[in-house]
C-alpha cells in the first residue's frame, strides 16, 4: 500500500481512519446494546401480551374469534386458527428465547410445541390447543431492531461534519509548513524571500526563527563576497597598471608582448570574477513591459555592426513583462560562447502558449553529455570538448545560469543531433 506524498494527505488519512473506526465501534456498541435492551424489553411484553391473547382467546365463542385475530397482531407475532405449519425444533437463538418465553407465560396452562419453519428469514410457530380442544397457532417472524429512516443520513452526515473538521485542523497544523516550503523555494540569488512570522506553535516559531536566521547569514555572507571580490578587483588594478606600464619599456618585444598579454588576461579574469559575484543582483532589476523583438533586434545590430557571423529567425509579436538588462547579458553570454567556439551563432525564436524560447545555436564541436550541466560551474573549462587555446575564464555560462535563476528564466544546453551546441532559454 502506498502511502500519500504529502504530510497533509497523511495526516488527514491518519485523522479520518481514526474517526471512521472510532465511530463505528461506537455505533456497533451503542446499536448492539440497544437491541439488547429492546430485546429484553420485547420479550417482557410479549410474555404478557401473549398470556392475555390466549387466555381471551380461550373465553371468547369459538365463533367470535376469528374476529379478535386482527385486533391481537402484533408486529413480530400473529395469531392462527389452526395447527399451523409442520417444522423442525426451533435453532436459532431468538427462536430459543421466544419459545421459551411463550412457554413461561403460557405453558403451565397450555401444553405446546415449538416450530421452525424453513425459508429465507427466521419464522417461528408455537402450537397449542384451547380448552375446548381448538388448536392455536402464534406465528413468529422476528425481526431486528427497527431503525428509523433519518438515522443513516444523520449518522453520514456527523462523519461528514467530523472530516471536514479534521481537514480544517490538519491545514491548520501544516500552513506554517507549506509557507516555510514556499520561503524557501522563493530564496533565490537575490536573498530577498518573505520574512516568515515567528508566532504559532512553539516548535514552528522555532523553526520561522532559524530559517530567517538562516536567510540573514546568508546575505551577510553574499554581501560580504561580493565586496570582498570588489576590493580585490580595486586593489588588483595598481600593481596590473604598473606591471603594464613596465612591459611598456621593455626593450624585448617578444617578452613585452608576452607579459601584456598574460596582463591582460588576469584583468579580464578578474572583472570576470567581480561580475559573476555581481550576479545575484539581477533580480533587483525591475520588470517592465518592453518589446521584445525590439531587444533581439537591437542585440543583432550590435553584433553585425562588430562584423560578427550571428543571424536571427523569429519573432514574437507581443510585449512580455521583462528584465531587459539581465536576460541582455544572458544572451550576450550565450552568443559570445558561440562565437568563441564555432564562429558563429544562430537565434531562433518561437512563441506558443504564452511560453517564449529563445535558441541560441552554433556548429561548433559540442560538449560531452555528462559535462552539459558541469559547464555551469564556475571557473570550469573544458580542456578536449571544446577550444582551449581560444581562452575564456570558465565564468560566462556560470554567470548566464545564475542571472537565468535569478529573474525566473530556464537555462539548458544540449547537443544538436547533426553536430553543433544548442543553449535554450524558456521565457514564461
Not at 386458527?81 to 425444533?89: E, K, S, V, W
Not at 431486528?144 to 443513516?152: A, K, T
Request: a neutral charge.
Amino acid at each position: 500500500m502506498r502511502l500519500p506524498r504529502s504530510l497533509f494527505a497523511r495526516l488527514m488519512l491518519i485523522s479520518l481512519s481514526g474517526l471512521a473506526v472510532a465511530y463505528a465501534l461506537s455505533f456497533s456498541v451503542t446499536f448492539y446494546e440497544r437491541a439488547l435492551a429492546t430485546r429484553s424489553l420485547m420479550l417482557g411484553d410479549m410474555e404478557q401480551d401473549v398470556a392475555s391473547s390466549v387466555a381471551l382467546l380461550d373465553r371468547l365463542p369459538a365463533s367470535e374469534r376469528g374476529q379478535w385475530l386482527a385486533r391481537l397482531e402484533r408486529r413480530t407475532y400473529s395469531f392462527m386458527l389452526g395447527p399451523g405449519l409442520p417444522g423442525a425444533a426451533p435453532d436459532a437463538h431468538l427462536s430459543e428465547l421466544l419459545a421459551a418465553s411463550i412457554e413461561r407465560s403460557i405453558g403451565q396452562h397450555y401444553p405446546l410445541t415449538a416450530s421452525a419453519i424453513p425459508g429465507l428469514r427466521e419464522h417461528l410457530q408455537v402450537h397449542l390447543r384451547l380448552s375446548d380442544g381448538a388448536p392455536l397457532t402464534i406465528d413468529l417472524r422476528p425481526r431486528g431492531l427497527p431503525v428509523s429512516p433519518w438515522l443513516i443520513p444523520l449518522l453520514l452526515l456527523q462523519l461528514l461534519l467530523l472530516a471536514l473538521f479534521s481537514w480544517w485542523c490538519v491545514r491548520l497544523a501544516t500552513r506554517p509548513l507549506a509557507e516555510l516550503a514556499r520561503a524557501a523555494d522563493a530564496l533565490g540569488p537575490d536573498l530577498k524571500a518573505v520574512r516568515l512570522p515567528e508566532d504559532g506553535p512553539v516548535e514552528v516559531a522555532r523553526a520561522a526563527t532559524a530559517f530567517n536566521a538562516m536567510q540573514d547569514r546568508i546575505a551577510t555572507y553574499m554581501h560580504e563576497r561580493m565586496h570582498i571580490l570588489a576590493a580585490i578587483s580595486h586593489d588588483l588594478q595598481t600593481p596590473i597598471t604598473r606591471m603594464r606600464l613596465r612591459a611598456d619599456l621593455m626593450d624585448d618585444g617578444e617578452q613585452r608582448d608576452t607579459l601584456t598579454r598574460n596582463l591582460q588576461e588576469m584583468e579580464h579574469l578578474v572583472r570576470e570574477g567581480v561580475s559573476y559575484a555581481r550576479t545575484l543582483h539581477g533580480a533587483t532589476e525591475q520588470p517592465r513591459r518592453i518589446d521584445p523583438d525590439a531587444l533581439l533586434d537591437s542585440l543583432l545590430c550590435d553584433y553585425l555592426d562588430a562584423a560578427a557571423d550571428v543571424t536571427l529567425n523569429g519573432r514574437i509579436g507581443a510585449p512580455m513583462l521583462l528584465r531587459p538588462v539581465a536576460l541582455r547579458r544572458i544572451l550576450v553570454n550565450l552568443v559570445d560562447n558561440a562565437l568563441k567556439y564555432a564562429g558563429s551563432a544562430e537565434l531562433v525564436v518561437e512563441s506558443s502558449d504564452s511560453v517564449v524560447t529563445i535558441r541560441v545555436l552554433d556548429r561548433g564541436p559540442g560538449i560531452a553529455p555528462d559535462k552539459l550541466e558541469t559547464v555551469f560551474q564556475p571557473f570550469y573549462r573544458l580542456e578536449t570538448s571544446r577550444n582551449r587555446d581560444s581562452g575564456g575564464t570558465g565564468l560566462g555560462l556560470a554567470i548566464a545560469r545564475q542571472l537565468a535563476q535569478a529573474i525566473d528564466v530556464r537555462l539548458s544546453l544540449a547537443n544538436r543531433p547533426d553536430g553543433g551546441l544548442e543553449a535554450r532559454l524558456i521565457l514564461s
